[in-house]
């Protein structure tokens, strides 16, 4: 018997490796808006959130990071989004889910015009039953919210049932929000005592088929 009947996956340092096309595309609005460019450690807090929160986050106004947000899709349509790959053994593990019977949902903060296209660019659209992703306005901006919204359109009515994979703070705070289980991915941009700040209990994964046995087994 499985343990879970949904699985909802972040998509960047959860399912693919982004953060090069992700931060050349953050350089470009510092470039651009003639700002000095943060350090790298700083610049490696924009893989998760929303590019909005994280410009606000570095001093921002409220218009300069709107401006910012459109700067940084124009540079990421043009070549940040081509700079994505699935993690090692990600496809097997999602191909053995769907086998399984386990309905396979994508919650991400990430544009949703944008996500849509980069689950399709790496293959797996054939194998996910929704994407949600976030939205231009402050509608669905969260991840809670991106999470509630999706297991909404999957049709979940027990949430005991699924489980929230992702590999940020930002992922576990999600499903710490909206009452989900918690498994964290290490392999991503994330640090496991982030992680566990909001989800004492969460499983830790060091590979995607790691997963596997994580959604499968009822211990």
Do not use: Q, W
Not at 122 to 143: C, Q, S
Request: proline content about 4%; aromatic content about 10%.
């Amino acid at each position: 018997m499985r343990k879970y009947d949904i699985a909802l996956f972040d998509l960047d340092g959860t399912l693919s490796e982004s953060g090069e096309g992700i931060l050349d595309s953050v350089r470009k609005i510092f470039e651009e808006t003639g700002r000095p460019l943060p350090d790298e450690k700083t610049l490696g807090t924009f893989i998760g959130p929303p590019m909005y929160d994280s410009l606000r986050r570095c001093g921002f106004s409220h218009d300069e990071a709107e401006d910012g947000v459109t700067i940084y899709k124009r540079n990421f349509l043009a070549s940040g989004i081509y700079k994505n790959k699935l993690y090692p053994g990600m496809m097997e593990l999602l191909a053995a889910l769907k086998e399984n019977g386990v309905t396979l949902g994508v919650a991400t903060t990430k544009y949703y015009p944008f996500a849509e296209r980069i689950i399709g660019m790496l293959g797996t659209d054939r194998l996910f039953d929704f994407v949600g992703g976030a939205t231009a306005d402050t509608e669905r901006r969260t991840k809670a919210k991106v999470i509630d919204y999706t297991l909404e359109n999957l049709g979940c009515t027990d949430k005991s049932r699924a489980v929230m994979i992702g590999d940020t703070k930002y992922d576990a705070e999600g499903a710490a929000l909206t009452g989900l289980d918690f498994i964290g991915c290490l392999y991503g941009y994330g640090t496991r005592a982030e992680m566990e700040k909001f989800c004492p209990d969460a499983k830790f994964v060091e590979s995607a088929p790691e997963i596997y046995g994580l959604i499968l087994c009822s211990e």
